[in-house]
């Protein structure tokens, strides 16, 4: 539970603008006022220097200067050695403070490139003449303390800078001060945009962007404003904004984004140019974003199958609910979610031990996504099934008994979820503990055949081929895109692919990975430039178990087994 401060933190922000009229840098004024005074070497500020092992938070250290009531604080700064998944710069006092203490500093952006590996959004960004990214790449902070509350004030200064340029964060327009009361988590989590900026701004929903990006804006702002709206009156939202943010992409690093304080970053590539989806998967994709602004437990678990599985649970069925989607189109997108998680090598690993490879291998960031989603088609199902004479009974009413938990600033943890559900149940907390320990420890997700009956769909088991490369992943996306560690027998070493092959063309794994049936083009480069064509079906040699969604006036029997439970 949060508590209160007379603390005030105040921060200018002020961006630094070369000849050519292109952004190079923030120039940042912090003043902490009204707290206790610091004993020598307390932390007086911190952000991170690296998170997820990606570098942010570069500053130059050359411009920091600080003062209190008593005169310059020559303020010393180390870096932690320990992480990650944050590692923090921290700046200290050299002897007890007086008064207010003011700091000034130069923040940068991270210098990326076509090799750049695709990361979540955090850092600050140069792009289009102007600047972008999280309060995590370039804000300083005090040392976040029991959700200690803060009255934060964040202004720009814009007197120095070009005509025609404006300024948006999470929860201000425009130079002029904003002040609002924050824990030190929200005021990093929020995102900032400077420059010649466009927008989209309908009520308290808000789409931005620096130079022209491969998207029809006005289409994704208009369909994502009726999401919203759709979410916020079903989440009971209150009347702060909701701020959405576009991000380009020098490398591969389309359909990525990162959600934050009341706003979230959307970022693609130049193959979004190139060959641009269909407009559902952006909508999709940012709906996803959307919901969680909501939807978490506290303390996040490394295992996040409740956000993210609650995240795809409702992206899917409230643009049903809202009639965005066609009945076949919902059920549609649901097998995808369903072949991406039953064929996942790692279906079977606990949360545990898929958390501790999530920076390894993109398949185990993936299983949250997929379990928790059917873990909420199964919980949704039995609640509605037993339901209890005077209780709420869908799983709907948990969700949103913890959304109000967070909201009144108390604690909605794990413990909580299990005890709404129990609640609802027969078995009670005990039955409920037991499911989640099910899934927790790896073992096959399967709702109940009429769980979406209400829809029109029952699910049977189709089982499928499991999804299987033949090489590594990770390097075959990132960096110089090299195929490595090219798995004797599988499909990728049958078809002729090599160590060392340069993969020259784009490819989409995750929309590999959501169908069985698709066969994987690759354009590699070998040697001294040679320049070779492959095609091949990414899966093993092993079927594996799958269910799927089907119309109940499906007439198709003859796609592998057809098992209803």
Not at 69 to 74: H, N
Not at 376 to 383: D, R, S, T
Not at 390 to 417: H, I, M, P
């Amino acid at each position: 539970m949060s508590e209160t401060s007379e603390t005030s933190i105040g921060y200018v922000i002020t961006p630094v603008f070369d000849g050519e009229e292109v952004a190079q840098a923030l120039n940042v004024q912090v003043t902490f006022t009204g707290s206790a005074a610091l004993k020598c070497d307390d932390v007086f500020l911190a952000t991170p220097v690296e998170i997820a092992k990606v570098d942010v938070g570069r500053f130059d250290l050359t411009s920091i200067s600080a003062h209190d009531s008593l005169g310059q604080l020559d303020l010393i700064h180390h870096v932690d050695s320990y992480g990650p998944p944050i590692v923090f710069q921290k700046w200290r006092v050299p002897r007890p403070t007086e008064g207010p203490i003011t700091m000034n500093y130069t923040a940068l952006p991270r210098l990326v490139n076509s090799s750049t590996m695709n990361a979540p959004s955090f850092e600050l960004r140069q792009q289009f003449g102007g600047l972008l990214g999280s309060g995590y790449g370039f804000l300083a902070t005090p040392p976040a303390t029991n959700h200690q509350l803060h009255r934060v004030t964040v202004s720009w200064d814009l007197t120095a800078a070009p005509p025609g340029t404006a300024s948006i964060w999470t929860f201000g327009d425009g130079s002029d001060p904003v002040t609002r009361v924050m824990d030190v988590n929200e005021i990093a989590g929020t995102y900032f945009m400077v420059g010649k900026l466009e927008s989209f701004v309908k009520d308290r929903f808000g789409l931005y962007w620096l130079g022209s990006p491969p998207i029809d804006t006005t289409q994704l702002g208009s369909e994502l404003f009726k999401m919203f709206d759709r979410m916020s009156s079903f989440f009971r939202d209150g009347v702060d904004p909701y701020r959405v943010f576009l991000r380009y992409n020098p490398f591969p690093g389309s359909m990525a984004g990162t959600a934050l304080v009341r706003s979230f970053m959307f970022s693609y590539d130049d193959d979004d140019r190139k060959h641009p989806r269909p407009f559902k998967d952006y909508l999709l994709f940012l709906s996803h974003e959307c919901v969680h602004n909501w939807v978490h437990l506290d303390p996040a678990g490394a295992d996040n199958w409740y956000e993210e599985g609650l995240a795809e649970y409702y992206s899917l069925l409230l643009s049903r609910r809202a009639a965005l989607f066609s009945n076949d189109l919902f059920r549609d997108e649901l097998n995808k979610r369903l072949t991406q998680y039953y064929t996942n090598p790692l279906v079977n690993k606990s949360n545990e031990e898929v958390a501790k490879l999530t920076w390894e291998f993109s398949d185990a960031q993936r299983i949250p996504y997929g379990r928790g989603l059917l873990f909420a088609l199964k919980v949704n199902a039995i609640i509605e099934a037993q339901g209890k004479p005077g209780v709420s009974t869908s799983l709907d009413d948990v969700v949103l008994s913890l959304v109000d938990l967070e909201r009144a600033q108390q604690l909605n943890g794990l413990s909580d979820y299990l005890k709404a559900v129990g609640d609802r149940i027969a078995g009670g907390q005990e039955e409920a503990q037991k499911l989640y320990d099910e899934m927790a420890s790896g073992v096959l997700v399967i709702p109940p055949a009429d769980s979406l009956k209400s829809y029109g769909l029952t699910l049977r088991r189709r089982d499928a081929l499991a999804w299987e490369l033949g090489f590594d992943e990770s390097k075959a996306i990132k960096g110089e895109r090299i195929v490595s560690n090219v798995v004797p027998g599988s499909a990728a070493a049958s078809c002729g692919l090599q160590e060392g092959d340069r993969i020259v063309n784009k490819i989409h794994l995750d929309d590999q990975k959501a169908d069985e049936n698709r066969v994987l083009d690759l354009t590699v480069q070998r040697g001294d430039g040679e320049v070779l064509y492959f095609s091949f079906l990414p899966r093993g040699q092993q079927t594996v178990e799958r269910w799927v969604y089907e119309s109940n006036d499906s007439k198709d029997t003859n796609s592998g087994n057809n098992v209803e439970i």
